[in-house]
């Protein structure tokens, strides 16, 4: 197979199963646990249920960013955390050639950055995501909270980033090689993430704001 | 037979002009300058190629491309210094049996267009086949090269539905090293300076996996395109009508093909180097690379996905698991007496 098939195979028919496995099964996921629902609770709530839930999806981004507890303790986890999604995220939608795909996908004007600036990115989201899964590794607690999955996942992004890398600087002239592995691992990341914890990000507004919620009903504060 | 050198005298031009034209043909075929003076050398002393020119399934592009060819050596002597043995449109078939006799080893076995392997009904000459013909004069061959996209990779022909069940030549000549110049057509100067370096080396230029030369495709039009600053700083045109295509911004965002072409378009360029399609404002439609015709979406970027993936197909993928989700809710809810 030469690259130029391969490519056009990672990019079409693969791409598109991909895309089709990725929204029913996050749409499975999610809606399978939302119909699942929760017992009914006849206690009367001691506070807002419904105002502490869209309260905790509101702060809880920035409940964390005290200077003790960024620098103090858990310094790796926040900004090492904040490096890679900012990054992960960024290279996700504003690369030129990802936000065309996102734009086909979506209709929305997504904007596009320049090189220099997804290079940045890059760098910064490779390399916190190493320090992460070494972090990951050697940590007593967090090892214990750790399976194969997040391991996995791990590697696959990391090769991601790399490829991505090695293809917008040092492919040479195994440029199509290259951005063809680099397609297909990301094909293959679309497929895993319904199937993984890498799914948080679908219901990461669901489960902040049914803490909240708890919160709310319990009447307690957070 | 009168070498390139005796050629360029008897048309009338200098000397400097024939040392122009080998300095050329040594610095598109990858020679340094110090290489200079065995390349006039072999110029000046080895006769002039001779050349079997076999059109199966073309347009007859890839002859027209190397009759506009004026980079390398001026067209009145180019025209007189292919000798043109035999071509397969142009003369008698009978001749192809005098072809024959040419100095084995010696002859260069020029093929332009793909062959049908339908039994003999389709691109038939003198009551032979594509391939009998093509089998015929395989063997004397001190270099065959595969012409434009049709010869190397099967071409229009070949595309989708395939009629005449074409194929490219070195699916036929499986044990011939096959020289591969792809493109639709391939640009003149190339074929001229790998036909100047068989002359010049006697053996046919370095190729890569695929058979293609390295000094001509090695490298993606991207690679080596002027427009690629515009890429990198995330600018593109956005409508061929628009300022940013007056600016000349990168066309990838239009459909160009670049990143994924290896072609010499971007560096020989074409009518004399004045310009290639990305420079007129076009994007590359990728015309060098296999089953280009089959990819179908020439003014779609690179990036999307080919047939198309828009927010329908995402809804109905999302409705479809929704529904999935529900009836496995309401299944788990029951057997678990909820």
Known sequence: MSDVAFYDFVREPFLKLALWVFFLGIAYRFFRVLFLGIPHDYAKPKGNPYYMAVKKIVIKPTMGWTFREIFARRAINFIGGFMFHIGFIGLTFLVPAHALLWREITGLPIPMMPNIVSDMLAYSAFGSLLVLTVHRALNPVLKLLTGKDEYFANLLIGLILFTGLLATKWAGSGYIWILSIHIFLADLLIIYIPFSRLSHFVYYFLSVGFMGWNAGKRGVSF | ?338
């Open chain 2, 1 to 338: 037979m009168e070498s390139l050198y005796n050629v360029f005298k008897r048309r009338g031009y200098t000397r400097r002009d024939f040392l122009k034209s080998a300095l050329l043909i040594a610095s598109t075929i990858g020679m340094g300058p110090s290489f200079l003076p065995q390349v006039v050398k072999a110029l000046e002393s080895k006769p002039k190629p001779q050349v079997l020119w076999l059109s199966f399934q073309s347009c007859l592009g890839c002859t027209q491309s190397i009759l506009n060819s004026t980079s390398i050596v001026p067209a009145d002597v180019l025209s007189e210094y292919i000798s043109l043995e035999y071509h397969e449109t142009l003369m008698f078939s009978h001749r192809s049996k005098e072809a024959m006799d040419l100095q084995k080893g010696r002859y260069v076995l020029v093929l332009e267009g793909s062959l049908p392997v339908d039994g003999g009904f389709y691109c038939t000459g003198g009551g032979r086949s594509a391939e009998e013909i093509l089998k015929s004069l395989m063997d004397g061959a001190g270099l065959i090269l595969a012409l434009g996209s049709c010869a190397s990779w099967g071409g229009i022909a070949h595309a989708e539905p395939n009629p005449t069940k074409a194929v490219a030549v070195d699916e036929i000549l499986k044990h011939k090293r096959v020289v591969k110049l792809p493109g639709c057509p391939p640009v003149g100067d190339v074929i001229v300076s790998v036909i100047a370096s068989f002359v010049v080396t006697g053996k046919p230029p370095e190729v890569d996996g695929e058979g293609r030369p390295r000094v001509f495709y090695g490298q993606t039009i991207h690679d080596r395109c002027y427009r690629r600053p515009f890429y990198d700083a995330g600018k593109f045109v956005g409508s061929f009508e628009g300022e940013d295509a007056q600016r000349g911004y990168c066309l990838y965002r239009m459909g160009c093909k670049g990143p994924i072409t290896r072609n010499a378009c971007a560096t020989v360029r074409w009518n004399g180097g004045l310009s290639f399609p990305i420079q007129s404002g076009h994007p590359c439609f990728g015309c060098s690379e296999a089953d280009f015709w089959d990819r179908g979406f020439i003014y779609r970027p690179l990036s999307v996905v080919e047939e198309g993936f828009s927010w329908k197909e995402a809804l109905a993928g999302a409705l479809i698991g929704t529904a999935l989700g529900y009836g496995t809710a309401y299944i788990n809810k029951k057997l678990g007496g909820g």
